[in-house]
C-alpha cells in the first residue's frame, strides 16, 4: 500500500512539475540558509569547550574606574600565581602570560611572530596534544620553545622539528636562538592559544625567557598581564571575591586599589561575552535572520501546497465514489507532501556543501564538516513538521467534502480561507521588508567607519612593524632609516612610533594642570611617535605646533577632547599651559593640540589623548609610509630589505586595520546581503507560484471580462492591485519594527548614522516594483489569451 501511495504521489509531484520545483527550491533555500548560520553559531558556541576540565577554567577580568590604567583583559602579574600559593584549596592551578612580537628566523624564512611567554603549566592545565617531546619538560628551560603543527610546517615544511633551533630577537637588538622542545596540536578554537588577533597562533616559551627580553610579570606593578586561574571542583568564582580583594588590599599601591575591580569570567563564555557581548549579539542576529528566512520558506511551501490543494477536488470525489477510504486519502496526501521537502531538504544539503566554503570566506571562519546528533536531526525534524504542515488542509478538510461537491467542484462548500493565504503572503513580505531596511541601514553604518572624518587621512598610509631596538643607538639608527625612506621619490613622508589609530595604544597616563590639585587628572591615552606623526596622517592642528626636531622631551602635544577635559576654555588658552603626571609628578608643557582624530571605534567616542615623543618615551614598534600611490609598495619593499636585512615586510594598508576593528560588523552586513538576496527570491518565487494558480483558478472570469470588454491593462490591473495591497499591509507593520530593531542595534556606536525615511521608502517601492514587474509578465499573456478558448477549459 505505501508503494501504490509513493507512486500515486510522484506522478502528481511530475504533472504538476512546475508548482513542485517552485516549492522544492523555494524551501530548500530556506533551509541551506538556515543550516549555514546554524553551522557558523554552533562553530563559535564551541570556542573553549574543547579544553580540559573547561567548566572550571576562568579568566581574571578587571574594571577599572580610570579606564586608561589597564586593559579590561589584563591583570595585575602576580595575582594569579598568589592565589594558586595562598588559596590552593580553592584555585587548583594557574597560567600567566606576556604577549611579545618580535622577529623570528628558521634558516632562510623570517616572519614577525607572535609570542606567549608564560608559567610551564600551560600544556598540562588545558590539555594541549603533545605531538613531539615532553610536556612536563618543553618550558624548563630558559631558551626553549614550543610552537604549533601549522607553525612548524610554516618555518621548517614538516612538523617533527624538536631540536631544531629559532632565533628570535629582543628589544635591544640581540638575537638568541632557542631550541624547539615539543610541537603541539591545539584541541579547537579557544580564548587561551588565540585570546585575541594580537595574541593568536604563537610560539609558547617559558616564564625564565622573559629577562632576555627585558621583563618581568612576577610582581604586583605589571598591570598587563593576561592571567587565568583553574579552580577546584565545585568552587565557584564568588569564593574568590574576597581572595583577590585582600590580595590586592595587601600589595598593590593606594592608586591601584582605589581604581581596580579584578573578579573572574568563565573561559568557557568568555569568547562570547567579550567586547561588551558583541559575538553574543552577532550570534542572536544571525540567528533571527535565518529564523525568519526559514520561517518565509516554510510558509511559502505551506502556502502553495494548500492553494494548489483545492484544484484536486474532483480527483477527491472520484478516489471516494470508487471506494477510497478518508484514511487513504490522508495518507496520500502527506506522504505527497513529505516527499516534497525530502527533494527539498537534499537540495538543500548539495547546496549546504556547495555554499559552505564561500559562506565561511565570507564571514572569515571555515564551517565545520562533522555535527552532533541534534544538528543532524534538525532537517530530520524539519522535513516532519513541515511536510504535516502542509498535508494537514488537504488531507482533513478537502477529504471530508461530500463525493457529489468534490465531483461538482462545489468551491462554495469549501470555504477557502484567503485571509489566511495572503496573511502568510504578507508575513514573507513583511520579513523581507525588515531584512531590506536592515541591510540598507547596517550599510551605511559600515560605511561611515570608513567614510567619516576620521580626523586623519588614510588614504595611501601602509604601516608595518620595524625591529625593536629600543636602545639609543637602536632609535637613532631608526631615525636614520627613517630619513632614507622619506627621501624616497615613492614616497611623501614617515613616522615613527608606537602605535597606528588601531585601537591600540602603549598605555595611560593620570594627567591634570600643574598648578591644580591631583583630584582633577584626566585619565589620557598615551601616544609615542616622532615628530612626523601629524604630517604622515594629516592631522590638523587647532593651536600651536606639533613635534620639531630638535625637540625639548618635557614638551607634549594634545588633543582638543584633552584640552576641553583639562578646562582650558579654548585651545589656544592650552599653549605653553604646564601639565603633571599624578603617579610620577613628571612636569609636561603643552606645545600644541591637535583636531580631534578617531583612536578606537566609533563604539566610543574620543578619547583625551598626550602625545610625547620618542625622546621621551623611547619605544616605538610601526613605520607609517604615506605613498605617493599603491604601486610605491614595490619600491619601499626592495628599500627596507636593503636597510633591515633579515627583517620581513609585513605591512598593511589603514583599510586593512580599520577592516579587522569593524571584523564583526562586517561579517553581519555580508550576512544581511545574503539574507536579503535569498528573502526576494523565496518571495519571488512564491508570488509566482501565487500568480500562477490564481491565473489557473480564474481562466474564465479572464475570458468573460474580456467578452464583456475589459481591456488587457484593466486585467493585469486587477491582479497587480491584489497584491499591492499585501504589500502595503506588510510595510505598514514591517516599517515600525525595523525601526525599533536597528534603532537598539545602532545604540551601540556613539558615532551612528541617522535612521532616515531613505530605506523605508526604498525597500516598500523595491518590493513593489519587483513584485509588479512579476505579475505582469505573467498575468499579459493570460489577458491576450482568446477568451473563447478560456470559455471552453473545464
Known amino acids: 500500500m505505501l508503494k501504490n501511495y509513493i507512486m500515486i504521489a510522484w506522478r502528481n509531484i511530475l504533472k504538476s512539475r512546475f508548482y513542485s520545483l517552485l516549492n522544492i527550491i523555494g524551501l530548500a533555500t530556506g533551509i541551506a540558509f538556515a543550516m549555514l548560520i546554524m553551522a557558523y553559531v554552533w562553530s563559535e558556541l564551541q570556542v573553549n569547550v574543547h579544553l580540559k576540565n573547561a567548566g572550571n577554567h576562568y579568566i581574571i577580568h578587571s574594571k577599572w574606574k580610570d579606564p586608561n590604567m589597564g586593559y579590561d583583559l589584563a591583570t595585575i602579574g602576580a595575582l594569579p600565581k598568589a592565589l594558586k600559593e595562598q588559596y590552593p584549596s580553592l584555585v587548583k592551578n594557574y597560567y600567566r ?38 610536556a612536563r619538560t618543553a618550558l624548563n628551560d630558559p631558551f626553549s620553545i614550543v610552537l604549533t603543527d601549522e607553525l612548524a610546517k610554516k618555518y621548517f615544511g614538516v612538523t617533527d622539528v624538536t631540536g631544531k633551533a629559532i632565533t628570535l630577537e629582543n628589544f635591544a637588538g640581540s638575537k638568541h636562538d632557542f631550541l624547539v622542545t615539543a610541537v603541539i596540536k591545539i584541541p579547537g578554537e579557544n580564548s587561551v592559544s588565540s585570546l585575541d588577533d594580537d595574541n593568536a597562533n604563537c610560539f609558547y616559551l617559558p616564564l625564565s625567557a622573559l629577562s632576555f627580553f627585558g621583563r618581568n610579570i612576577d610582581n604586583w606593578n605589571n598591570r598587563f598581564v593576561v592571567g587565568y586561574v583553574e579552580l577546584q571542583d565545585g568552587i565557584t568564582p564568588a569564593s574568590l571575591e574576597k581572595p583577590i580583594a585582600t590580595l590586592l588590599k595587601t600589595n598593590t599601591s593606594p ?129 516532519l513538521a513541515t511536510g504535516l504542515a502542509a498535508g494537514l488542509y488537504p488531507a482533513f478538510v478537502l477529504s471530508s467534502l461530500k463525493s457529489v461537491d468534490s465531483l461538482k467542484g462545489r468551491l462554495k462548500t469549501v470555504k477557502e480561507n484567503v485571509l489566511l493565504r495572503k496573511s502568510l503572503v504578507a508575513f514573507q513580505f513583511f520579513t523581507a521588508a525588515i531584512v531590506l531596511i536592515g541591510a540598507f541601514i547596517i550599510t551605511k553604518q ?44 615613492e614616497v611623501r613622508n614617515v613616522t615613527l612610533s608606537y602605535e597606528v589609530p588601531d585601537g591600540a595604544n602603549s598605555g595611560s597616563l593620570s594627567i591634570h594642570r600643574a598648578e591644580a590639585d591631583s583630584n582633577t587628572s584626566v585619565a589620557s591615552y598615551l601616544l609615542t611617535t616622532d615628530a612626523y606623526y601629524a604630517d604622515t596622517y594629516s592631522i590638523p592642528m587647532e593651536s600651536g605646533r606639533f613635534f620639531n626636531d630638535p625637540v625639548d622631551s618635557s614638551k607634549v602635544v594634545i588633543n582638543a577632547t584633552m584640552s576641553k577635559a583639562l578646562g582650558f576654555a579654548n585651545p589656544t588658552e592650552a599653549i605653553g599651559r604646564q601639565l603633571k603626571d599624578k603617579s610620577s609628578g613628571t612636569i609636561f608643557t603643552i606645545a600644541g593640540v591637535t583636531k580631534d582624530f578617531h583612536f578606537t571605534t566609533m563604539q566610543q567616542a574620543v578619547q583625551p589623548m598626550l602625545i610625547v615623543h620618542l625622546k621621551l618615551n623611547t619605544i616605538f614598534r610601526y613605520f607609517s609610509f604615506k605613498l605617493k600611490g599603491t604601486s610605491s609598495i614595490a619600491a619601499v619593499q626592495k628599500k627596507w630589505a636593503a636597510l633591515m636585512p633579515g627583517t620581513p615586510f609585513e605591512y598593511k594598508f589603514m583599510d586593512d586595520r580599520l577592516a579587522r576593528m569593524y571584523k564583526t560588523e562586517i561579517q553581519l552586513k555580508q550576512a544581511a546581503y545574503t539574507a536579503t538576496l535569498l528573502s526576494f527570491i523565496i518571495v519571488l518565487l512564491g508570488v509566482m507560484g501565487m500568480i500562477s494558480l490564481s491565473i489557473q483558478k480564474r481562466t474564465k472570469e479572464i475570458g468573460i471580462r474580456k467578452v464583456l470588454g475589459a481591456s488587457i491593462s484593466s486585467i493585469v490591473t486587477l491582479f497587480v492591485k491584489e497584491f499591492m495591497l499585501v504589500i502595503a499591509i506588510a510595510g505598514v507593520i514591517a516599517c515600525p519594527v525595523a525601526y525599533l530593531i536597528m534603532k537598539r542595534w545602532l545604540d551601540d556606536y556613539v558615532y551612528r548614522v541617522d535612521i532616515t525615511a531613505t530605506p523605508f521608502v526604498l525597500t516598500l517601492i523595491l518590493l513593489a516594483a519587483i513584485t509588479g514587474v512579476l505579475i505582469v509578465l505573467q498575468t499579459i499573456k493570460a489577458a491576450l489569451g482568446n477568451p473563447v478558448k478560456s470559455l471552453k477549459i473545464e
Open 97 to 134: 602570560f606576556d604577549g611579545i612580537t618580535t622577529n623570528a628566523t628558521a634558516g632562510e624564512k623570517s616572519f614577525r611572530q607572535g609570542l606567549q611567554v608564560g608559567d610551564s603549566t600551560l600544556l598540562n592545565m588545558y590539555g594541549f596534544k603533545v605531538l613531539y617531546g615532553d
Open 255 to 383: 592608586d591601584t586599589q582605589e581604581n581596580l575591580h579584578a573578579f573572574l569570567l568563565p573561559l568557557k563564555s568568555y569568547y562570547l561575552e567579550k567586547n561588551n557581548n558583541l559575538v553574543k549579539r552577532m550570534l542572536f542576529t544571525l540567528s533571527a535572520i535565518a529564523l525568519f528566512i526559514l520561517l518565509m520558506a516554510v510558509i511559502n511551501f505551506i502556502n502553495m501546497s494548500v492553494s494548489r490543494s483545492s484544484s484536486r477536488m474532483k480527483e477527491i470525489g472520484m478516489r471516494k465514489v470508487l471506494g477510497g477510504l478518508r484514511r487513504q486519502l490522508i495518507w496520500q496526501f502527506l506522504i505527497e507532501s513529505t516527499i516534497l521537502v525530502c527533494f527539498s531538504a537534499l537540495l538543500a544539503l548539495v547546496i549546504y556543501q556547495l555554499a559552505s566554503p564561500a559562506f565561511g570566506q565570507m564571514l572569515n571562519k571555515k564551517l565545520p564538516g562533522s555535527f552532533p546528533l541534534y544538528f543532524i536531526a534538525f532537517p530530520l525534524l524539519l522535513i
Open 446 to 489: 559600515v560605511q561611515l567607519f570608513f567614510s567619516k572624518d576620521l580626523g586623519y587621512n588614510k588614504e595611501y598610509i601602509v604601516s608595518a612593524q620595524v625591529p625593536r631596538d629600543w636602545t639609543p643607538a637602536g632609535v637613532n639608527r631608526m631615525r636614520g632609516i627613517r630619513n632614507q625612506f622619506a627621501d624616497m621619490p
